[in-house]
């Protein structure tokens, strides 16, 4: 069953812009993850956030996860043509087997 | 180097033909993971497996088979019973136990076709 709703489903922003994720979740959660697939690839672990934390940052990534919504935001600042790809976040439930479920995820293209 | 190897990175399924995939990780990860992604779409969870021998049915089971005889490995075979096989199949492995915090590494995937 997939948990994660992600907004927008695309995004298509200009070089050095800054692109904003979001993505819902509907069950209480340990963790939270954003992941980024280039096309026709694997996916790549970008950050993780636990339920107790609120922000997290990593190099031009932030994330924001707000549990009494059940919603989260990935944010890309400065953009970069590079940065071009699908972006999925993963929740780990408190219950239940050690998996992630994913969201449908968001397709950023970043125009030079 | 360290990682997860899918083979083959394409495969062409006849009709009524049971064919395998591949992955092999060398992370020393106990638990691994099969998903299948249809274009425009997220991932739904096949299979995964949290220990040698033993393995659990995901979201998406049906017309599946997967084996873990060895910590290494984690075949999965499409079967005939699979209608609808044409899509990107993705394995991943992660560390396991209590406090693990279940960030999954990925291969790089096996495009299955139909003929």
């Known amino acids: 069953s997939q948990q994660g709703e992600e907004d927008p489903q695309a995004l298509s922003i200009q070089e050095g812009e800054n692109a904003t994720m979001n993505c819902s979740y509907k069950?209480?959660?340990?963790?939270l993850q954003w992941y980024r697939q280039n096309s026709g690839r694997g996916l790549v672990h970008l950050i993780l956030i636990r339920s107790n934390e609120r922000e997290k940052h990593s190099g031009r990534l932030r994330v924001t996860l707000d549990t009494s919504k059940k919603s989260s935001s990935l944010l890309i600042t400065a953009s970069r043509a590079a940065d071009t790809a699908s972006y999925f976040c993963?929740?780990?439930?408190?219950?239940?087997?050690?998996?992630?479920?994913f969201g449908q995820g968001t397709r950023l293209t970043i125009n030079p | 180097d360290g990682g997860i190897t899918q083979s083959p990175k394409y495969l062409f399924r006849k009709e009524g033909q049971n064919v395998t995939l591949s992955c092999e990780q060398n992370?020393?990860?106990?638990?691994m993971y099969w998903y299948r992604q249809d274009p425009g779409q997220g991932l739904r969870l096949i299979y995964y497996s949290q220990i040698v021998n033993d393995f659990q049915k995901g979201d998406i089971a049906e017309g599946y088979s997967v084996s873990r005889e060895k910590k290494e490995s984690f075949p999965l075979t499409v079967t005939s019973a699979q209608k609808n096989p044409t899509a990107f199949y993705l394995c991943?492995?992660?560390?396991?136990?209590?406090?693990?915090?279940?960030?999954?590494?990925f291969g790089a995937g096996t495009r299955l076709s139909v003929l």
């Open positions: 993963a929740t780990r439930q408190i219950q239940g087997a050690q998996k992630l479920v």
């Open positions: 991943a492995s992660s560390i396991e136990g209590q406090g693990a915090r279940n960030i999954q590494y």
């Open positions: 069950t209480s959660i340990n963790n």
């Open positions: 992370l020393n990860h106990d638990a």
